[in-house]
């Protein structure tokens, strides 16, 4: 079960002061030791994360982080991590003495408010607690002695008011409908398995009572022989979605892994919006290619091998690209494109920030699916299936 991806789990962050108790509220949660406790400020360090799986809400991933108010110079870099944890929380639970909040505390709760992050209030009753703090969806507990099953009733009722649930189909396929799959299996492919897309469209075909049909063939007029009716719709991976629709009859459907994964992570309007800058962009725009993980460098790699090599194709000339990656895109004003990656390490709220983010400068956001459909000429093709667009 802990095999869940940790970018499809319920994220559920711990903030808080320095010694305010978000560590031992961690380890009670889960029913065991996971991030040290003591009463030295500046205990945790890095965020500590545990995957759990929480009944009726399923899986989750439990961050704890650094106090916000320790100021001394490694603190203030724990602190800038432990801040940016926020944008990919689906809950914040603020763990506070109960004693009125200071100046990072109330700084803490703004912020949350602004960005409409679901906040739940933990009052840890210290036993030498002098002041009688009343907040609203807040749980008031003695960490040390009390049980934390009323904080889990909280966490079960936010989950339920805001959890909407979505899947990789939904909107598109209805039931006893028929999938063609198309996954040719490069070298790129990893041993013995499909990759992440492939077994959650798989699972959900399944979900939704229809049938897949997979295929390592891209031309669909081969395989059209194999059918006595028509597939409902085409799912091919983005980088024979060229040949598939050039070998499809035009009434069929015909949509990529990374658009309908796009569509899942993030806003796919505001991703098909941000490709087509492309058709605006001049040779000394700057192009910022942002990717989430950090890895080496391989011969082949999308981003800087395919990436560029479809832009110039497409653009005519050679474009001017920077290279981003990890948790922040950093300073972006100077960009006119963000090319993101395709997010599958993000959950959907981090990648929802992040194009709001760019939104917000005016900046066009693109992600790798969207842009290659593009530089193939097929976009519109492929977002057609899509009734909000
Ligand atoms: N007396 C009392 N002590 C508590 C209570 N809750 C936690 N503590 C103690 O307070 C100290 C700090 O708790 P932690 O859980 O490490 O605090 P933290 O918020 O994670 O602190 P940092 O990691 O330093 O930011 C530990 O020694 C805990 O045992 C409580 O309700 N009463
Ligand atoms: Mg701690």
């Known amino acids: 079960m802990n095999k869940t991806p940790n970018s499809l789990r319920f994220t559920i962050g711990i903030f808080g002061s320095t010694n305010a108790g978000k560590s031992t509220l961690l380890n009670a949660l889960v029913g065991e030791s996971v991030s040290i406790?003591?009463?030295?400020?500046?205990?945790?360090?890095?965020?500590?994360?545990?995957?759990?799986?929480?009944?009726?809400?399923?899986?989750?991933?439990?961050?704890?982080?650094?106090?916000?108010?320790?100021?001394?110079?490694?603190?203030?870099?724990?602190?800038?991590?432990?801040?940016?944890?926020?944008?990919?929380?689906?809950?914040?639970?603020?763990?506070?003495?109960?004693?009125?909040?200071?100046?990072?505390?109330?700084?803490?709760?703004?912020?949350?408010?602004?960005?409409?992050?679901?906040?739940?209030?933990?009052?840890?009753?210290?036993?030498?607690?002098?002041?009688?703090?009343?907040?609203?969806?807040?749980?008031?507990?003695?960490?040390?002695?009390?049980?934390?099953?009323?904080?889990?009733?909280?966490?079960?009722?936010?989950?339920d008011k805001k959890s909407e649930k979505r899947e990789i189909f939904d909107g598109v396929l209805g039931e006893n409908e028929l999938v063609v799959l198309i996954t040719p299996i490069d070298e790129a492919a990893p041993k013995g398995r499909m990759i992440l897309p492939q077994t959650q469209a798989l699972r959900d075909i399944l979900d939704k009572k229809s049938h897949a049909f997979v295929s390592q063939n891209t031309n669909i007029d081969e395989l059209l022989a194999n059918f006595s009716k028509k597939p409902n719709l085409i799912v091919a991976d983005s980088q024979y979605i060229q040949e598939v629709v050039k070998t499809s009859p035009k009434e069929l459907k015909i949509t990529t892994f990374s658009i309908l994964m796009a569509r899942l992570k993030g806003d796919l309007k505001g991703l098909v919006d941000g490709a087509n800058m492309l058709d605006r962009l001049k040779e000394n725009d700057k192009i910022l290619i942002a990717e989430a993980c950090s890895h080496r460098y391989v011969e082949g790699d999308i981003a800087r091998t395919k990436i560029p090599k479809l832009l110039e194709k497409y653009l005519g000339f050679k474009p001017n690209l920077t290279y981003t990656c990890g948790k922040e895109f950093g300073d972006i004003d100077e960009f006119s494109l963000i090319i993101h990656c395709g997010?599958?390490?993000?959950?959907?709220?981090?990648?929802?920030?992040?194009?709001?983010?760019?939104?917000?400068?005016?900046?066009?956001?693109?992600?790798?699916?969207?842009?290659?459909?593009?530089?193939?000429?097929?976009?519109?093709?492929?977002i057609e299936i899509f009734d909000e667009l």
């Open 37 to 159: 406790t003591s009463s030295v400020k500046g205990t945790t360090t890095d965020s500590v994360k545990k995957a759990y799986e929480l009944e009726g809400v399923g899986a989750v991933l439990f961050i704890d982080t650094a106090g916000l108010d320790d100021e001394s110079e490694l603190g203030k870099e724990r602190v800038k991590k432990a801040v940016t944890e926020i944008d990919r929380v689906d809950l914040a639970i603020v763990v506070l003495k109960n004693e009125a909040l200071n100046e990072q505390e109330t700084t803490l709760v703004k912020k949350l408010k602004e960005k409409q992050i679901e906040t739940l209030f933990v009052i840890n009753k210290f036993d030498e607690s002098l002041v009688n703090l009343s907040l609203e969806n807040s749980v008031s507990l003695n960490l040390l002695k009390d049980s934390v099953d009323e904080i889990y009733t909280h966490i079960k009722k936010i989950f």
């Open 343 to 382: 997010g599958c390490m993000l959950n959907r709220k981090t990648m929802l920030n992040r194009q709001q983010t760019a939104k917000n400068k005016n900046i066009a956001i693109t992600n790798y699916g969207v842009l290659i459909s593009k530089t193939q000429g097929v976009l519109d093709r492929v």
